[in-house]
C-alpha cells in the first residue's frame, strides 16, 4: 500500500474538510465583489445616518421626551426627513439582508435548504421595504 506525498518527510496530504460536499460558487462573476463593495459603501452611510438620527432624536433639543406623533408629523412633512428615513431603512434593510445571504451561502449545506432560506429571506426584505416605504410615503398627520 502506497500513500502520495506532498510534504517533507513522506507526510501525506491532507484531506479536504468538504470532502463528499458540494461548496456553492456563485455563477455570476463579479456579483461577490460587488456585494462586498456594497457592503463597506452602505456601511459608512449608515453610520452617518443612524449616528445623525440618534443625535437628533434622542440628544438635541430635549432628548426622547419630546418624541411623539405630533413630533413625528411635523418631522415627515419635509421631504428632507422622508428621503433620510427612506435612505436609513433601504440602507438597513439591504445591508442586513446581503449579510444574512452571505451566511446562508456560507453555512446552507443542501442547495435547496439554501434556495429556500434566500427564498424566504428576499420575501421578508420586499416586505419590510415595501411597507416601511409605504408608511414614510403615506404617513397622515391629520388622522381622527
Do not use: C
Not at 420586499?126 to 416601511?132: A, D, F
Amino acid at each position: 500500500m502506497s500513500v502520495t506525498t506532498d510534504g517533507p518527510r513522506g507526510v501525506a496530504a491532507p484531506r479536504s474538510p468538504h470532502a463528499g460536499y458540494k461548496q456553492h460558487r456563485p455563477h455570476s462573476g463579479n456579483f461577490e465583489m460587488y456585494s462586498w463593495v456594497f457592503m463597506r459603501l452602505s456601511g459608512l452611510a449608515l453610520i452617518v445616518l443612524v449616528l445623525g438620527h440618534l443625535l437628533i432624536m434622542n440628544i438635541l433639543d430635549g432628548g426622547v421626551h419630546r418624541i411623539n406623533f405630533g413630533f413625528v408629523a411635523g418631522r415627515w412633512a419635509s421631504p428632507f426627513w422622508q428621503v433620510w428615513d427612506l435612505a436609513m431603512l433601504w440602507l438597513a434593510q439591504l445591508h442586513g439582508g446581503n449579510g444574512l445571504r452571505t451566511v446562508i451561502n456560507d453555512y446552507a449545506r443542501k442547495d435547496s435548504t439554501r434556495f429556500w432560506l434566500q427564498a424566504l429571506l428576499a420575501v421578508s426584505m420586499v416586505l419590510i421595504v415595501g411597507l416601511g416605504s409605504y408608511v414614510i410615503f403615506t404617513f397622515d398627520p391629520n388622522i381622527r
